[in-house]
């Protein structure tokens, strides 16, 4: 079932095996995964939708009456041991939740049907779960991923094992998220499951801007063998206009250039409208598209695509509309013209007609065309810096700071309590153990790499003030305090 142990030494198994998973990843290049076995006649369809849920829990210091020493366990846990307090008395629906949908397929597709869903899991969440002993939500999610007779319905996204939001994570700290995740799903599903996975979901939507840190974003994306990135609308425009995309129904081209004149594109699908779970709840994409037609793309007529993702067991639409609403339009959709498709599948119907990312329009980060009408790419991360300062004083709706689902929150303006330990947790990592060249499969790394990660989850700034900064604030302590002890 699995090459590699899923827990070592009661921590998850995220590094140690790296050249493996590099080596699985690259035999899987090239090789369609989801066209040999797809049942949709792309010939015949007018329109698509696709719909993913993300699913996410932190890690809190909360297994214990006293922040410093209590144990890390998952925020799921907490709500189940204190369903007295607040919303936590949906701790055992989102259980549920978070294994449904290995219920729901086999049943639809014994009645004939076709079901489609991309999943989304962090890798804290699923190390708490673990811990936990909830091994039914595994048996489930497992039933749908390795049964070759489910294989073709459900799409796995990639994301970073932390649920760091990329913006303002530091770059390399990222890449280790992403690798975590791949290391991760790779013990608990298998390296066959891993080369299947070939999107990406960025947490919270975001995207960076700055020219760097996007160019480093997608250039870790694609080291790792992503193929595609899900983006918001809003955090992409046109290079030629500055403007938003068009047809945002079918794919892009997502480039960034960095300071030092360098390029990577990686393929982008485009979600749209905002972090609203109503959109897939009650399964708006699909109606959406039945009012679709085949668009013009490279000299050929291909079906669009809408695409959503929303969580997938956060507010009382998602824990009670959604189930019923899902299987109503399976039934309904199932051998169309309007089916629901994945996106990988998609993209492969795609390739087989001849299109490619070649083909797709052009996207940027958002707000970079002001920067390039001062800046050309190769002048130097100086010069670079000048110009945003430079648009900075001029224009003040200009940041910087990536844009999200969430736009109208800052994650880097009030949060200098959590992120000033973060960013010395970061350097202390980098400093005492990257540089120094301690193996990835010995304890001491993977523990203080396990709290580095787990520092960076967004929930301890999403929260803003109080025990959530304060959650934050203590996984940086005991994780500094791990690299100056051990290393």
Not at 47 to 71: E, V
Not at 178 to 201: C, E, M, N, P, Y
Not at 331 to 351: Q, W
Request: net charge negative; charged share 25%.
């Amino acid at each position: 079932m699995s090459e590699l142990p899923e827990c070592i030494d009661g921590l998850p198994n995220i590094c140690g095996q790296e050249q493996l998973i590099e080596q699985a990843i690259a035999e899987s290049r090239g090789q369609p995964v989801f066209l040999p076995t797809s049942r949709i006649d792309f010939s015949r369809i007018r329109a698509a939708a696709a719909i993913a849920l993300h699913m996410h829990q932190p890690l809190i210091p909360a297994g214990g009456p006293d922040l410093r020493t209590a144990a890390v366990i998952s925020n799921l846990k907490y709500m189940m041991d204190n369903q007295h307090i607040g919303d936590n008395h949906n701790a055992p629906v989102f259980h549920w939740c978070y294994k449904r949908m290995g219920e729901f397929i086999p049943q639809l597709v014994r009645e004939g049907k076709e079901p489609r869903v991309m999943l989304d899991y962090s890798g804290t969440l699923l190390y708490g779960l673990r811990a936990m002993g909830l091994d039914d939500v595994f048996e489930s999610l497992k039933t749908i991923t390795l049964n070759p007779e489910y294989q073709r319905t459900v799409e796995w996204l990639g994301c970073a094992w932390g649920h760091p939001v990329a913006p303002s994570t530091p770059t390399q700290d990222y890449r280790l998220h992403v690798k975590a995740w791949q290391h991760h799903f790779a013990a608990i599903f298998g390296l066959d499951a891993l080369k299947r996975v070939r999107g990406f979901s960025p947490a919270e939507m975001a995207l960076p801007n700055h020219p760097d840190v996007a160019y480093e974003f997608v250039k870790t994306l694609k080291d790792c063998g992503y193929q595609w990135v899900l983006v918001q609308e809003h955090t992409v425009e046109r290079p030629e206009t500055g403007g938003g995309p068009e047809r945002k129904h079918i794919p892009h081209r997502l480039r960034c250039r960095n300071s030092q004149g360098e390029e990577v594109t990686i393929i982008a699908i485009i979600k749209t409208q905002g972090s609203d779970t109503k959109l897939v709840g009650q399964m708006q994409p699909y109606y959406e598209a039945k009012g679709l037609s085949r668009w013009e793309l490279a000299g050929k007529l291909v079906p669009p695509l809408v695409t959503q993702i929303a969580d997938g067991e956060n507010g009382g639409v998602m824990m009670n509309e959604f189930p019923p609403k899902y299987i109503e339009v399976v039934r309904e959709c199932s051998h169309s013209d309007v089916p629901l498709m994945n996106v990988t599948e998609y993209l492969e119907h795609l390739k087989a007609l001849g299109i490619d990312e070649k083909d797709f329009p052009e996207l940027q980060p958002v707000l970079q065309k002001q920067i390039w009408e001062r800046f050309k790419p190769g002048d130097g991360p100086q010069r670079l810096a000048e110009v945003i300062e430079q648009i900075r004083r001029e224009d003040s709706r200009f940041t910087m700071e990536g844009g999200s689902w969430t736009n109208n929150i800052s994650w880097v303006r009030g949060y200098a309590d959590v992120i000033g330990p973060m960013e010395k947790v970061s350097s202390l990592f980098h400093e005492k153990v990257t540089k120094k060249g301690f193996p990835t499969n010995e304890y001491r790394y993977r523990n203080a790499l396990f709290h580095l990660l787990t520092s960076q989850t967004s929930c301890y700034r999403y929260w803003g003030q109080g025990i959530w900064t304060e959650y934050g604030r203590e996984i940086c302590r005991r994780a500094e305090e791990i690299i100056l002890h051990d290393f």
